[in-house]
């Protein structure tokens, strides 16, 4: 029924409660979890009084210094998905990872299309609360995008 599980992780307390219960029902349905983080980075901007001399955007970080801070955001995203995978070993279960950068719920949709998931496993709420209220939540998102049941973990 679920031999294909995706959890989204994002290190919040929610998405490990989530990945905890993915854990239960792989065992359950002798599934294999896939773990997925996706990240984004983007260049703030400075939004001066537009001219004719200068276009409305201006980046104020430097090529080098946004590619510094995408490798540091996939080392965290490895991190996360480690310690998630070291918890679902320790059950027995079968684990693989994927990392993503873009839009998150665009991505953990995208995914679950491609792998031909046959549910998703996910938190409530993770990480970015001010963000979730300002552009809606993840969870949402994907429960309304998303090719497969989502179960959302509180």
């Known amino acids: 029924m679920f031999e294909k599980i995706l959890v989204p992780l994002d290190g919040s307390e929610h998405s490990l409660k989530a ?7 792989a065992k359950n349905f002798n599934s294999k979890i896939t773990l997925i983080n996706v990240f984004s980075v983007s260049a703030p901007v400075v939004m001066p009084e537009p001219t004719t001399l200068t276009p409305p955007t201006v980046p104020i970080m430097a090529a080098a ?34 990392i993503r950068e873009g839009h998150t ?10 792998g031909e998931f046959n549910l998703i496993v996910m938190g409530a709420r993770g990480i970015g609360k001010i963000k979730g209220i300002l552009l809606g939540s ?17």
């Open 19 to 25: 990945l905890n219960l993915a854990v239960q029902i």
């Open 65 to 98: 210094e946004l590619s510094k801070l995408a490798e540091n955001a996939r080392k965290t995203a490895g991190s996360i998905l480690a310690e998630g995978e070291k918890r679902a070993e320790a059950e027995g279960v079968k684990v693989e990872m994927l």
């Open 105 to 114: 719920v665009q991505e953990i949709v995208k995914a679950a299309k491609e």
């Open 138 to 154: 993840v969870s949402d998102g994907v429960i309304k995008n998303a090719p497969c049941p989502v179960l959302i973990v509180k």
